[in-house]
Nanobody
Framework: QVQLVESGGGLVQAGDSLRLSCAAS????????MGWFRQAPGKEREFVAA????????YYADSVKGRFTISRDDAKNTVYLQMNSLKPEDTAVYYC????????????????WGPGTQVTVSS
């Protein structure tokens, strides 16, 4: 069982940066592939970024490629999402995800979800 807790969300202006953090419980964090999804009001929850167990592979949605960076620190049981050049369309609740079998790039591969953190980007 893994429990995930996100932090770092907030209200920023277009062009600003934010770093989201996701702290995971348990001593087996390094065995999980991690990721981020987001859900804007009235829209489907969508994939944002994911990172493999060894951090050797990283995946990004086209809409964030070049602006967002996912990373992990296994010593701290934490995964990060650095978000630069934020746009109003990045406004959403951001969810941390974990999977012991697959890199969580699609919803059905996600085994654990965090409660989410709100990111609001004003124009």
């Amino acid at each position: 069982q893994v429990q995930l807790v996100e932090s770092g969300g907030g209200l920023v202006q277009a062009g600003d940066s934010l770093r989201l953090s996701c702290a995971a419980s348990g001593r087996t964090f390094s065995t999980y592939a991690m990721g981020w999804f987001r859900q804007a009001p009235g829209k489907e929850r969508e994939f944002v970024a994911a990172i493999s167990r060894s951090a050797g592979l990283r995946y990004y949605a086209d809409s964030v490629k070049g602006r967002f960076t996912i990373s992990r620190d296994d010593a701290k049981n934490t995964v990060y999402l650095q978000m630069n050049s934020l746009k109003p369309e990045d406004t959403a609740v951001y969810y941390c995800t974990a999977s012991s079998r697959f890199v969580p790039t699609i919803k059905r591969n996600v085994e654990y979800w965090g409660p989410g953190t709100q990111v609001t980007v004003s124009s």
